[in-house]
């Protein structure tokens, strides 16, 4: 138990400690702190109490305005921190408890705070056999929905950084070509397919040097932690540019992401089995240790003009075909090298039932049918207004681990 009260139903309780960037009114500074129940614990000011053999020598990385000097130093410091973190903040522990001084200038509460956290790249994978195979039925036909390599490695593009965005960030509804009547010329205009991509997606730290590919059996050294994302996607400009080099600016407007980073030290105690894959994959892909996990993950969309937010689908990450530990190491297989604070995302996460589909793409199948809001409302596509809320947590015995809401609301398009 933390000395700090936590609610049961609190996403930030002592068993996850998750890592974020936050400043305060009354300091603007960017510094590292940790989410504890409704409070952030600010590690710049507790520097000094980190005495581990690994992270005592770079008690300067909780100065730095962003996470990838942390994240640099590699696994070992990060199990250390972790494990100082959880004894500071025991009920049984009075370093921290008892000193009113230090616990006023280094414990803040939610009410003024100012949380940012964006990475230095980005690759987004396609990891979900059931949105791969609904997606495929749509475009290609029952019996070509999935591609010969889909089951054979996972498969990825490398997107970007830079439209990385923070939860609660509005998303302006891009513009584009596209081609409504296949036979006749395209047009440009606002996007009126724009979607919602229900993702997670892990923070690498210690990266690999150009030329040096991460070994399976080494690539969770090189996961620091994960958040929720919503890769947000206009299909209409998509579908008509893809060919033949894919994803470009369908998907480049705007990516969102949950502002705090859970440790995968906290994810562990929920793994499971990972799925069975047939055919096996080649040698340098397999493992055989649990790696994936039980996290229940939920979208709620509150349309422009409705009172209240409406639950649309629900779904687990226990859904994905591909582990992390495989994207990884497929991504970095051929040499190329990763970076500390790099993001690689899992790709759209639905389940075999409507219930559980991650996009309104599979929702509406297409367009085809209407998705029932209530109050009157229905959609296919997301309309101007609608705010989109991903949420996510696993479920211990009277605690959560959890990641915050990931958020955000659709502005109109900007005339052209």
């Known amino acids: 138990m933390s000395f700090i009260k936590v609610d049961a139903a609190s996403d930030f309780s002592i068993h996850n400690l998750p890592y974020g960037i936050f400043s305060t009114s009354d300091n603007p500074k960017h510094r590292i702190g ?5 409070h952030i614990l600010d590690l710049s000011v507790i520097k000094s109490l980190f005495q581990g053999p690994v992270i005592s020598k770079h008690q300067d990385v909780f100065d730095q305005p962003t996470l990838n000097a942390f994240m640099a130093l590699g696994y070992e410091a990060w199990k ?20 009113v001084s230090l616990r006023s200038r280094s414990v803040c509460a939610w009410d003024s705070i100012f949380i940012r956290i ?7 994978f396609y990891s979900s056999r059931d949105h791969a195979t609904n997606v495929g039925i749509m475009f290609r036909g029952k019996e070509n929905a999935l591609m010969p390599n889909w089951l054979r490695l996972p ?3 490398h997107g970007r950084a830079s439209s990385v965005i923070v939860s609660g960030t509005p998303i302006r509804r891009p513009s584009g070509q596209t081609r409504p009547d296949q036979t ?8 009126k397919q724009l979607d919602i991509e229900l993702e997670m997606a892990f923070f690498v730290g210690g990266g690999n040097r150009l030329g040096e590919p991460i070994p399976i059996n080494k690539a969770h050294e090189h996961i620091f932690g994960m ?24 998907k480049n ?4 992401i949950s502002p705090w980073v859970v440790p995968m030290e906290a994810l562990l105690p929920f793994a499971e089995p990972n799925p069975v894959q047939d055919p096996e994959p080649l040698p340098y892909l397999q493992h055989h240790d649990a790696y994936t996990f039980n996290i229940n993950l939920f979208v709620s969309l509150q349309g422009a003009g409705l009172s ?109």
Request: charged share 20%; aromatic share 10%.
């Open 227 to 250: 958040v929720l994302m919503n890769d947000w996607s206009a299909r209409d400009i998509q579908s008509w540019e893809y060919v033949p080099l894919g994803p470009f600016l369908g």
């Open 155 to 157: 498969v990825g593009y």
């Open 308 to 416: 209240r937010k409406l639950i649309q689908l629900w779904t687990e990450i226990n859904y994905m075909y591909w582990t992390m530990k495989q994207q990884l190491t497929h991504h970095t297989v051929n040499g190329c090298n990763v970076r500390p604070g790099d993001l690689l995302a899992s790709g759209t996460i639905s389940g075999p039932d409507p219930e559980s589909f991650g996009s309104m793409l599979e929702l509406s199948w297409r367009g085809s049918k209407t998705i029932d809001l209530g109050g009157g409302q229905t959609r296919t596509f997301l309309n101007d207004g609608d705010e989109v809320t991903i949420t996510g947590y696993c479920q211990g015995d009277g605690y959560r681990v959890g990641f915050g809401p990931c958020r955000g609301t659709v502005l109109p398009a900007l005339s052209n």
């Open 34 to 38: 940790v989410a504890i129940g409704d």
């Open 80 to 99: 250390e921190t972790r494990k100082t973190l959880q004894v500071l903040l025991s009920d049984c522990e009075g370093t921290l408890k008892d000193d």
């Open 253 to 256: 407007f705007g990516t969102t």
């Open 118 to 124: 964006l990475p230095c790249d980005y690759t987004d």
């Open 184 to 191: 006749k010329p395209p047009v440009f205009g606002p996007s």
